[in-house]
């Protein structure tokens, strides 16, 4: 089992930058695809990105190419999404997410353990 702890969202203004993080405990992280997807109201969630367990893998959404960076440290068992030049469509609330499988995935259902999300809102 990998519990998985959000932080950092907020609201800020369109243009401003923010830091996710997603603090896992529980079973071995550094095993785990880590991936970060989102939802916004009334829409289906989505993914935004993923990292393999070494960090030589890495996959974005087209929609935040250039603007979001996923990373992670696996001596403190956390992985951060740094989100520059922030849309307004880019509000929602943002999902940790762990894969037991070592494979990059974009499919929400391919994934094994979730957080409880943090809101991030931009507006214009």
């Known amino acids: 089992q990998v519990q998985l702890v959000e932080s950092g969202g907020g609201l800020v203004q369109g243009g401003d930058s923010l830091r996710l993080s997603c603090a896992a405990s529980?079973?071995?992280?550094?095993?785990?695809?880590m991936g970060w997807f989102r939802q916004a109201p009334g829409k289906e969630r989505e993914f935004v990105a993923a990292i393999s367990w070494s960090g030589g893998r890495i996959q974005y959404a087209d929609s935040v190419k250039g603007r979001f960076t996923i990373s992670r440290d696996n001596a403190k068992n956390t992985v951060y999404l740094q989100m520059n030049s922030l849309k307004p469509e880019d509000t929602a609330v943002y999902y940790c997410?762990?894969?037991?499988?070592?494979?990059?995935?974009?499919?929400?259902?391919?994934?094994?353990?979730w957080g409880q999300g943090t809101q991030v809102t931009v507006f214009s």
């Open positions: 529980g079973r071995t992280f550094s095993n785990h695809v």
């Open positions: 997410a762990a894969r037991k499988v070592p494979l990059i995935s974009m499919v929400v259902r391919t994934y094994d353990y």
